[in-house]
């Protein structure tokens, strides 16, 4: 018996598996959406434009977004301390976490905590820019960073 056949059947095998394994995790759950007129901050409703975002089913994690609003009406929003936005996937290319955390750690840019507990154990937090960009994610708050 030769092993050739049972090797080139393995190799094939395992690289069709990490493609469908890439795909799930870099394209598979993400859901593109638009046209979000508002967010909410607190128990009010602040007007945005321009919204671009990715969110997905699968975990809370995975919303990302990208806006302008005036910077003004987020007064009511609470400052996030230690605010680090999560990475978003290569091609939703508005949303920069490494250019918005650099931001944020040099003053550049302000994180401020839109919703508590939404969905339960995550946090809705969002940098903003003075020239009214903006850019939301979801972090895990202190029932789940022990």
């Known amino acids: ?18 493609a469908a394994l890439y795909y799930a995790q870099v394209f598979a759950w993400y859901e593109r ?7 909410r901050v607190g128990s009010e409703v602040v007007p945005i434009a321009d919204y671009q975002g990715i969110d997905a089913t699968s975990s809370p994690l995975k919303l990302r977004g990208c806006f302008r609003a005036d910077p003004a009406s987020f007064a009511a929003a609470t400052p996030a301390p230690e605010a680090e936005p999560l990475t978003a996937p290569f091609w939703f290319r508005c949303f920069d976490a490494r250019t918005i955390g650099a931001d944020l750690a040099a003053g550049r840019a302000t994180a401020l905590a839109l919703e508590y507990d939404t969905p339960p154990g995550f946090d809705v937090v969002v940098a903003l820019y003075p020239d009214g960009r903006g850019y939301l994610w979801r972090r895990l708050n202190a029932r789940y960073t022990d």
Do not use: E
């Open 33 to 39: 959406s638009s046209g979000v007129g508002a967010l």
């Open 1 to 18: 018996m030769r092993g050739r056949p049972l090797m080139i059947g393995l190799i094939a095998f395992t690289a069709l598996f990490a």
